[in-house]
Structures are given as structure tokens and as C-alpha cells.
């Protein structure tokens, strides 16, 4: 199975500052197998970003998403209040899909 | 809109069985493969597998193959998740979600509220 690691562990950030995310993938996932999800605290998963760099219905201009291959980065350019949260990477590329491990993103 | 809800927490003992449901709406329910996803306590996210609503055929993660079961009644556009034999390490918040995408390489684009299930004795 392909393994996701992100990194770092956790972002502390003031709001205005820029987010940056990195997901690394023990195999390629191509450049459109890669999806980002933002979860906070006590709600379900919501997808970001697929494809890599497309943003999903809905979401703001301020997230984007690049990469290809095995290295991939979610970039917040610029910290909202409701920004602060857990991301994680998923790869789909092959089955089982799996998870990165997560980034939190804090309040600094 | 496109929902999923999901039913209440379930408490149960090691070894009781247990279905939990994902009834989907706002789309065309027999279209789109459920997957279930697990989190465990402070954990990330785990598919666990994915179900076709429209045949109920499933294919499952490795890592679950054999300890769950997943179904659908496309009739009323409703997504199952099944144990037969529950154990302690169960205990996690369980989410369908919608999986978009391939053919055989799908993302997730709606969430259900997630169901937490917890097993004690």
C-alpha cells in the first residue's frame, strides 16, 4: 500500500500568515490522484482539493493545492480564523487509498 | 444539496453485533460507490472499503477484510456497515462518504456526520 507522510506535524501560524503543507508518497500517485480534506474539531472531513490543484465546489481562493509524482503541498495564502484545523492527503491512484497522517494547523 | 446522514452513537459489549446506516439524499443514490472510513480515537483516517448501491457489491482494505461486512438497499437509499463479533478496539467514529472519481481510484466529495461506536464491557 502507498504510505502518505505529512509533514510537519504541526503548524503554528498566526491568521494572516501563510500556511504551507507538505504530503510526501512512497510511490507515485501521478499528478491527479491526490486529494486534500480540512477537518475540524468534532465535525467530518471536507474535501479541499482533487486532482492535486483543483479546488472542490465551494471552497476559497486562498487554498490551493500543487505537485506531482510523489511530493505534493496545500497552500493556505493567507490564515483565516476558520482555517485552523487538521489537513490531511489521500492518494487514489491505487487500492487501498490511503490517508496521510494529518497537520494541524494552530493558532500561534 | 447532497446529504448523508448517518444513524445515532451505538455503546455495545465485545462480542454483541451491530449495523450501523448512511442514508443518502440529493443525488442519485445508485450512482455513486459509499466508502466507510474509520477514525479512531485522536487518530487520522482509515478506509476501511467501498460499496456499489446499485448491486451492493463491496471490496474491502486489507486491513478490514474479513471484520466488517458493507451493503446497501438501494430502495431506500441507504448504506450499511456491519459487525458480527464487535471487540474494544472497535471503538472509533465511523463517516461514509461519497466516492467520486474513477474508474477505481475515487476521492470523497460528501461527508456524513460520522456515527461513533463504543465497546466496552
Known amino acids: 500500500e502507498i504510505v502518505l507522510t505529512q509533514s510537519p506535524g504541526t503548524l503554528s501560524l498566526s491568521p494572516g500568515e501563510r500556511a504551507t503543507l507538505s504530503c510526501r508518497a512512497s510511490q507515485s500517485v501521478s499528478s491527479i490522484y491526490l486529494a486534500w480534506y480540512q477537518q475540524k474539531l468534532g465535525q467530518a472531513p471536507r474535501l479541499l482539493i482533487y486532482?492535486?490543484?483543483s479546488r472542490a465546489t465551494g471552497i476559497p481562493d486562498r487554498f490551493s493545492g500543487s505537485g506531482s509524482g510523489t511530493d505534493f503541498t496545500l497552500t493556505i495564502s493567507r490564515l483565516e480564523p476558520e482555517d485552523f484545523a487538521v489537513y490531511y492527503c489521500?492518494?487514489?491512484?491505487?487500492?487501498?487509498?490511503?490517508f496521510g497522517q494529518g497537520t494541524k494547523v494552530e493558532i500561534k | 444539496e447532497v446529504l448523508l446522514v448517518q444513524s445515532g452513537a451505538e455503546v455495545k459489549k465485545p462480542g454483541e453485533s451491530l449495523r450501523i446506516s448512511c442514508k443518502g439524499s440529493?443525488?442519485?443514490?445508485?450512482?455513486?460507490?459509499i466508502s466507510w472510513v474509520r477514525q479512531m480515537p485522536g487518530k487520522g483516517l482509515e478506509w476501511m472499503g467501498r460499496v456499489d448501491p446499485s448491486d451492493s457489491y463491496a471490496n474491502y482494505s486489507p486491513s478490514f477484510q474479513g471484520h466488517v461486512t458493507m451493503s446497501a438497499d438501494k430502495s431506500i437509499s441507504t448504506a450499511y456497515l456491519q459487525w458480527s463479533s464487535l471487540k474494544a478496539s472497535d471503538t472509533a467514529m465511523y463517516y461514509c462518504?461519497?466516492?467520486?472519481?474513477?474508474?477505481?481510484?475515487?476521492?470523497?466529495?460528501?461527508w456524513g456526520q460520522g456515527t461513533l461506536v463504543t465497546v466496552s464491557s
Open positions: 489521500q492518494q487514489y491512484v491505487r487500492s487501498p487509498w490511503t
Open positions: 486532482g492535486a490543484s
Open positions: 440529493g443525488y442519485s443514490f445508485t450512482s455513486y460507490w
Open positions: 462518504a461519497r466516492s467520486v472519481g474513477g474508474p477505481g481510484s475515487y476521492y470523497f466529495d460528501s
